[in-house]
């Protein structure tokens, strides 16, 4: 079944915040179901994410520092889909930058909210295979502090298991995935 969606009415903004890469909002809203409360909400333009594997079945993963998280997180590359960008543009720029890989065989994985109790986010997740190691890869931003790795999918299972810091996207990402790897 496609997801429906029922918006709230909106009985008054607290407050608003626009930041860099999503806003934030604070309002009083009357639920579909006649319910008043006050809730809170980052509004973000989604995200896109690759699980790229190698011709040798190998994953192509990095470990990425997150200010939120105060270090570094084992994940898949992704990136902030741009206003009025396909998602899937914004996924083979995002692993080329990130990985300095490129992929010539692309699959839609699916597609999922990553924190709906308090985000409108949703991540477009992609397979990306047939991958070509860039002999001159572009420069990652400047903001930016990453390291590839390369993980048998047995190994990305075992380093989840065994409580590596991994992001939800990325585990999620894992399980669409699974089916088409190795």
């Known amino acids: 079944m496609a997801f429906q969606p029922e918006p709230a009415e909106k009985i008054q903004q607290r ?14 809203l009357r639920l579909p179901n006649g319910v008043v409360g006050d809730w809170e909400c980052i509004y973000h ?5 690759a699980v790229p594997v190698t011709p040798e ?14 270090g570094r997180l084992l994940e898949f590359p992704a990136g902030t889909v741009e206003v009025h960008e396909d998602p899937a543009e914004t996924i083979k720029r995002e692993i080329e930058e990130e990985t300095g890989y490129r992929s ?3 699959r839609k994985l699916g597609e999922f909210f990553l924190a709906p109790g308090y985000s409108d986010e949703i ?6 295979e047939d991958l070509e ?3 001159n890869p572009p420069q990652q931003d400047e903001d930016e502090d990453i390291e590839t790795v390369l993980m048998t999918p047995q190994e990305l299972e075992q380093a989840i298991v065994d409580g ?7 585990i999620s990402a894992f399980v669409l995935a699974r089916p088409f790897l190795r």
């Open 15 to 28: 407050f608003f915040y626009q930041g860099r890469k999503f806003s934030f909002e604070g309002a009083t």
């Open 45 to 49: 333009p989604g995200g896109a994410l």
């Open 57 to 70: 079945g190998k994953l192509v993963l990095v470990r990425q520092y997150r200010f939120a998280a105060q």
């Open 104 to 106: 010539h065989k692309w």
């Open 123 to 128: 991540i477009y997740a992609f397979l990306a």
């Open 133 to 135: 190691l860039l002999p």
């Open 164 to 170: 590596e810091q991994i992001d939800a996207k990325s």
